[in-house]
């Protein structure tokens, strides 16, 4: 089951440690350590093995992959003398990206679109792939401003064909992506395929996608820790989380406009899990010297039997691309089983790797585990 992997934001850091990741494991260099997929409940499922995965993507920026590659191990994120040794795989991956088409950021989103299409179509049809996953790892985009052409397929066709540009970029690549018959994954908080328009697309096609932005860091943590508050009737007071990122994330977040949507997904679980909001907040900073690192820590506050109060803190430190890329080889194998065993529109078993899981309200890792190993199983013994 030769599968694509079309990365949106492909010479970025996530992406770029996911094309790594893929070739070491091929070669037999690495273990699989933080595939879940890898896991012994999906050993018997037809997945697409590592060696089946082939890379491809766009993006804006032009350093190769091999370049980007040094960079990501001189920061110790990949090991030293990998990406030499990789070197050959690296740059045929490189030879698949695509430079974004003119409309994309600006200008006539009806040719970007057109274009974008064509280079998906022409990856799986040059490269002679069962399917493609198109996975958006790119910088995280501002909430959609409302457009009537979100509304339905037929409003968001007539809006492209009057010229307008009703589309967040995340929006546009995910119409792409459903239009060329792929399946779609927002790994980002961005809007993405999130759009009823792009619903309506999607089951048109019979195409399955998934989002929104992947669960790799403190919000992982309070996924296992707020359910123990939870179910030991314990009441939360307050849960105040403050993050220092370095890198391109924490650049792009350092946009107040960007920062919201990021914000809003991480302040989903807590609410969910425990009834309600609680008082605190989630607070993201810029440090460029933590560089492809990132920090989380976190302050609860909670009361016990006879109002006694007392407190728990955490602090999280990790490589977010480490974290993320074995989750993106995870999303694009499943995603492939899901369009194999004829999923439709979204795909709500995928929440335990999302902050704001499309389709679904469970928000506690462990029920959410549960629900994922259930689906995959069904779905690869139905195919």
Same mark, same amino acid.
């Given at each position: 089951m030769r599968t694509g992997i079309w990365l949106v934001g492909a010479r970025g850091s996530v992406a770029t440690t996911t094309v790594v990741g893929a070739a070491a494991l091929r070669a037999g260099l690495v273990p699989a350590t933080g595939c879940v997929s890898a896991l012994e409940p999906f050993y018997e499922v037809p997945l697409p093995g590592f060696d089946d995965l082939v890379f491809g993507g766009h993006d804006v920026v032009d350093t190769d992959l091999v370049k980007r590659a040094e960079q990501l191990a001189e920061a110790g994120v990949v090991p030293h003398g990998l990406p030499g040794v990789l070197g050959t795989e690296l740059a045929a991956a490189d030879a698949e990206i695509r430079p974004a088409p003119p409309g994309t950021e600006t200008?006539?989103?009806?040719?970007?679109?057109?274009?974008?299409?064509?280079?998906?179509?022409?990856?799986?049809?040059?490269?002679?792939?069962?399917?493609?996953?198109?996975?958006?790892?790119?910088?995280?985009?501002?909430?959609?401003?409302?457009?009537?052409?979100?509304?339905?397929?037929?409003?968001?066709?007539?809006?492209?064909?009057?010229?307008?540009r009703p589309l967040p970029v995340s929006s546009l690549y995910a119409y792409a992506a459903l239009r060329a018959g792929c399946?779609?994954?927002?790994?980002?908080? +961005?809007?993405? *395929?999130?759009?009823?328009? $792009? /619903?309506?697309?999607?089951?048109?096609?019979?195409?399955?996608?998934? =989002?929104?932005?992947?669960?790799?860091?403190?919000?992982?943590?309070?996924?296992?820790l707020a359910p123990m508050f939870a179910r030991r009737a314990l009441r939360v007071r307050s849960w105040s989380g403050t993050n220092l990122l370095g890198g391109g994330d924490g650049a792009t977040l350092a946009d107040p406009q960007r920062v919201v949507s990021k914000s809003e997904s991480k302040g989903l679980v807590l609410e969910a899990v425990l009834g309600g909001p609680v008082e605190g907040g989630v607070h993201i900073h810029h440090?460029?010297?933590?560089?492809?690192?990132?920090?989380?820590?976190?302050?609860?506050?909670?009361?016990?039997?006879?109002?006694?109060?007392?407190?728990?803190?955490?602090?999280?430190?990790?490589?977010? +691309?480490?974290? *993320?890329?074995?989750?993106? $080889? /995870?999303?694009?194998?499943?995603?492939?089983?899901?369009?194999?065993? =004829?999923?439709?529109g979204p795909v709500p078993e995928l929440g335990f790797f999302f902050k704001d899981p499309v389709a679904a309200t469970e928000h506690d890792l462990a029920a959410q585990y549960t629900t994922l190993v259930h689906w995959v199983q069904t779905a690869g013994a139905a195919t």
């Open positions: 200008g006539d989103q009806s040719a970007a679109a057109e274009a974008l299409t064509a280079d998906l179509t022409g990856f799986r049809e040059r490269l002679g792939l069962d399917r493609v996953v198109v996975v958006n790892v790119s910088s995280t985009q501002p909430p959609a401003v409302p457009h009537p052409g979100h509304a339905s397929l037929s409003a968001l066709r007539d809006a492209l064909a009057r010229g307008e399946a779609y994954v927002d790994f980002t908080p +961005s809007t993405g *395929a999130r759009l009823p328009a $792009l /619903d309506e697309l999607a089951r048109e096609q019979g195409l399955p996608y998934a =989002g929104s932005d992947g669960k790799t860091g403190e919000t992982l943590v309070k996924s296992v440090v460029p010297d933590l560089g492809e690192w990132k920090t989380a820590w976190d302050h609860v506050t909670f009361e016990g039997f006879l109002g006694a109060r007392m407190s728990l803190q955490f602090t999280w430190q990790g490589c977010d +691309s480490s974290l *993320a890329a074995p989750l993106v $080889l /995870d999303l694009a194998r499943f995603m492939a089983l899901a369009h194999r065993s =004829g999923a439709v």
